[in-house]
């Protein structure tokens, strides 16, 4: 391996050329996707049995989110997005500097979306809304009342969003750990404006995680918003 | 002239040699070590799955439930087939033999991604740790479909564990579709396009693309089925407003197709062997290749057949049927070259020549069979029966098994640069066919007079059969048995081969056997069209010169 | 295959810019849709715009952000088979349950 590394930085040994041995991480990454897009697509299939099959617990569930916090986490993955892109784009022309600055703030961007998720998580928890048997306890009075012939459809879109925002948060914190392992060789300039697919393929993977919010958001959060509970 | 190659190879350093220590072999980035890492992996799987088969047959002598209880027996059938299927089937021909021959196939040095390879391994072998707690800990009993809400709620067994297990070995099969999609798309050599591929390339890019698309499914599906086990949630659950229906489409989305993941690189095998063994360029060469793809795109659109007998719409149920009979095409067009490519060549009756001819015999039993289980109204009458049984055994055993078998013959003398025992080839290689067709034949007899699968006990007019079939398993057990110990045997007394003692086309058997860990010591170019015997003196005159020159 | 030969642009920035303000005027458009009840006009009329809005969010992130518009044919590809697939999916476990009669009144409540 040695020998032949020392010809081109970077250059695995069994690659022929540079170009090749970006194109196959381009291209792995691509199918990598595809695996991703069938993983969550069990979970969209499930959503839409169950939507179509139960869809006024759909509508009283969906109620229960919290569209502020929701939509504000929209907002900060698509401006975290953004500063994917753009270190991407700065990885390519080689400045270094300006490539730390947007991976840092893309990190900070997917921890804030994480806490937010947090915040939510405790709320729902906090109210007995967890779907596992030992944490179900909804509150059948009160302002938050679900009405009890509707809990256990409210039960099954809560463990539908649990489950794919579960999912989808796990692969933040997947995603913060890439960005962190990528900020690292950044700072020991193991990037130059030949070889940084390591930036471009991670780029990849931080804006599909992305797309799949861009779906869970309307299909969670905004199914049952103009839904008043009671006003049917 | 033969003398003088096995000198030069045997003074070269090769795969082999090159480092002894575990370490060299358990960090090897090497795709042809990691290749044997699996052998040795699934042989053990394969072992074990055997002896679950064994208790089967041995309980099902008699009509009366003797020998196991009916726990027992639900927990040994089922893990006899999680084993056979997850830690055997699917990984056998592309993580054994692909693994092995994709690179040497392609002129590359390796896989696109060694030590993703390699961690697919490792990610199989802890998933293997696990199904083998599962076993000690008492294995599991809900057939190895895992349908729910029984799996879910009612089965006592480690359902959770194993469900876990199979997770993890999901990502192992998806590392290594991934991988060799991006090899076959970007690490081919100069001159070897997509039409002078061998057809075993053309078969695993197919089964890479299923294993890319349909592995994640069944991924998420037991991750589910997990949670709600483990937490209660009720995902599947009708007591608590779940579809039990909705899992058998999400498994199914896998599970057919999974069988092509089994079948396709058999098939892929069984082009190199039938086109090698008679000296003649495959029929219809891109026929096979297309129906490869074919069959991997058709596989995706028929997995309702399975739920027939479920609340599954029969409007729905028709498409199914329609689609599943559509499969038997591409299947047929393969069947059909292979047997065109025979007519007329000059067939060398080699071992394994006789498992390619095997093969032919066995799917087309095996296909056909399937085509009365896609018959919506005759389905009614067979599902569950042992005609399911007989027709997937002459699928993934009288198929997949077979190719399995006649691949590793084919490629030994590459794999360890020796030969083995021929006589003991054939003997074996017949006894595996006699042993298969008593075992399985009779099955097919049983299911149609009713016998119901998953039963330990049954009425005492179905016991001749059953001993027919313990019979032949016995036979099967043998056959399998003595193809160990002769290998085993070649690897330090078989006679030295050179590059290429098939005299057959193809860039591995370019190189030396075994091959040097870089596989080619020049960069090879590709020149001519696949299965092109009448240049195998010309590239073997090639070859010595450089072996020479070396 | 290697060969870019779409190249990209030289300052995708403005494209960048570009679809960052798409998403952010499309995610406060399906806020803005989804407070209104559509139902009534059209039962699945609030899922349709919602999906809607989204497909045209996620293509503009495939298409820009992941440069997919730029990329090479084996790409754009992986991509629709992907979405292809899936399609598969959804759509013959839908068409089971949508002609089996009665889905979903009978089987909801
Ligand atoms: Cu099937």
Redesign the pocket.
């Known amino acids: 391996m040695a020998e032949h590394a020392t010809h081109v930085e970077g250059l695995a040994h069994h690659f022929v050329s540079m170009e090749q041995q970006k194109e196959a991480g381009m291209v792995g990454m691509w199918i990598f996707l595809l695996t991703e897009i069938m993983f969550f697509g069990g979970l969209f299939l499930a959503y839409t049995i169950y939507r179509t099959t139960y869809p006024e617990g759909f509508l009283f569930g969906s109620h229960l989110l919290n569209v502020k916090l929701g939509g504000t986490n929209t907002v900060v993955l698509i401006v975290s997005s953004l500063t994917m892109a753009m270190a991407v784009y700065y990885s390519q022309k080689g400045d270094r500097k300006k490539l730390l600055a947007f991976l840092a703030l893309t990190l900070i961007l997917g921890l804030a979306f994480l806490g937010i998720k947090y915040v939510e998580y405790s709320t729902k928890i906090h109210d007995g809304l967890f779907p596992a048997a030992a944490t179900w306890n909804p509150p059948s009075e009160g302002e938050h009342a679900i009405p009890v012939e509707k809990q256990q459809a409210v039960h099954v879109f809560l463990w539908i969003y649990f489950l794919m925002t579960g999912l989808h948060a796990v692969h933040m914190i997947v995603g913060a750990g890439i960005l962190i392992t990528l900020i690292i060789m950044a700072q020991r300039g193991k990037f130059t404006k030949n070889y940084n697919s390591p930036v471009e393929i991670s780029g990849l993977y931080w804006h599909f995680v992305d797309i799949v919010w861009i779906f869970l958001f309307p299909l969670l959060y905004l199914t049952g918003y103009h839904f008043t509970p009671g006003g049917h | 002239m033969a003398t003088e190659v096995m000198e030069t190879t045997e003074s070269r350093v090769n795969y082999l040699n090159n480092g002894t220590t575990v370490k060299s072999w358990l960090l090897t980035l090497d795709h042809k070590r990691i290749g044997l890492l699996y052998l040795f992996s699934i042989s053990f799987f394969f072992a074990i799955g055997g002896i679950y088969a064994t208790l089967i047959r041995l309980e099902l002598i008699t009509p009366q439930g003797d020998l196991l209880t009916p726990e027992m027996y639900n927990r040994v059938f089922t893990m006899h087939g999680v084993i056979m299927i997850f830690f055997f089937l699917i990984p056998s021909i592309p993580a054994v033999l692909g693994n092995f021959l994709l690179p040497l196939m392609l002129g590359a040095k390796d896989v696109a991604f060694p030590k993703l390879n390699l961690l697919s391994w490792y990610i199989f072998i802890i998933g293997g740790c696990l199904m083998l707690y599962t076993m000690l800990s008492g294995g599991i009993d809900t057939g190895w479909t895992f349908y729910p809400p029984y799996s879910s709620i009612y089965s006592n067994s480690q359902v959770t564990i194993a469900g876990v297990s199979i997770f993890i070995t999901g990502f192992s099969s998806i590392l290594t579709g991934l991988n060799f999609m991006v090899t076959i798309h970007t690490m081919r050599a100069p001159g070897l396009t997509w039409f002078r591929l061998p057809l075993f390339v053309w078969a695993h890019y197919a089964t890479s693309l299923i294993q890319v698309l349909g592995t994640p499914v069944i991924a998420i599906t037991v991750l589910a089925l997990a949670f709600e086990r483990t937490l209660k949630i009720g995902i599947f659950d009708p007591k608590l407003g779940g579809d039990p229906v909705l899992f058998q489409h999400m498994f199914?989305f896998y599970?057919?197709p999974a069988?092509y993941i089994m079948i396709l690189p058999s098939m892929g095998v069984i082009s190199e062997l039938i086109a090698n063994m008679t000296r003649k360029r495959i029929f219809g060469y891109n026929f096979v290749a297309f129906s490869s793809l074919a069959i991997a795109v058709f596989g995706f659109l028929?997995?309702g057949?399975?739920m027939f007998t479920t609340s599954q719409s029969m409007y729905t149920g028709m498409v199914f049927s329609l689609i599943?009979y559509a499969v038997a095409i591409p299947s047929a067009i393969k069947t059909f070259n292979w047997t065109a490519t025979i007519y007329k060549g000059s067939v060398s009756f080699d071992t394994p020549m006789i498992y390619a001819l095997a093969f032919l015999g066995l799917f087309t039993i095996g296909g056909m069979t399937?085509l009365f289980l896609a018959a919506l109204g005759l389905d009614v009458h067979l599902h569950d029966t042992y005609f399911v049984v007989a027709h997937f055994h002459y699928v993934m055993v009288g198929s997949a098994v077979i190719g399995y078998l006649g691949g590793i013959h084919y490629w030994w003398p590459k794999i360890t640069g020796r030969m083995y025992s021929e006589f003991l080839g054939r003997i074996s290689a017949v006894i595996i066919f006699i042993g298969f067709n008593l075992t399985f034949l009779p099955q097919f007899v049983l299911g149609q007079l009713g016998m119901p699968r998953r039963y330990h006990a049954y009425v005492p007019e179905f016991q001749v059969l059953h001993i027919l079939s313990s019979a032949g398993a016995s036979i099967l057990a043998v056959g399998f048995t003595l193809p160990v110990i002769y290998l085993a045997w070649s690897i330090k007394y078989g006679e030295k081969v050179g590059p290429n003692p098939w005299m057959a086309s193809g860039l591995e058997w370019q190189t030396s056997s075994p091959p040097p860990t870089e596989n080619f010591t020049y960069q090879p170019v590709v020149t001519h069209e696949p299965y092109e015997f009448e240049n195998v003196e010309e590239i073997k005159q090639a070859r010595q010169a450089e072996l020479q020159r070396a | 295959m290697a060969e870019h030969s779409h190249a990209h642009p030289d300052n995708p920035l403005k494209y960048y810019i570009g679809v960052f303000t798409l998403l952010l005027v499309m995610t406060g458009l399906t806020v803005f849709v989804a407070k209104y009840d559509l139902e009534h006009i059209w039962p699945p009329l609030n899922i349709i715009v919602a999906m809607t809005i989204a497909v045209i969010k996620a293509t503009a992130v495939v298409m820009i952000f992941m440069h997919v518009r730029w990329s090479s044919r084996l790409t754009q590809l992986i991509v629709v088979s992907g979405i292809f697939w899936l399609i598969i999916m959804l759509a013959f476990t839908v068409s089971d349950y949508y002609t089996r009669g009665g889905w979903p009144t009978t089987l909801g409540q």
């Open positions: 199914w599970s057919h069988v028929v997995w057949h399975h599943s399937g």
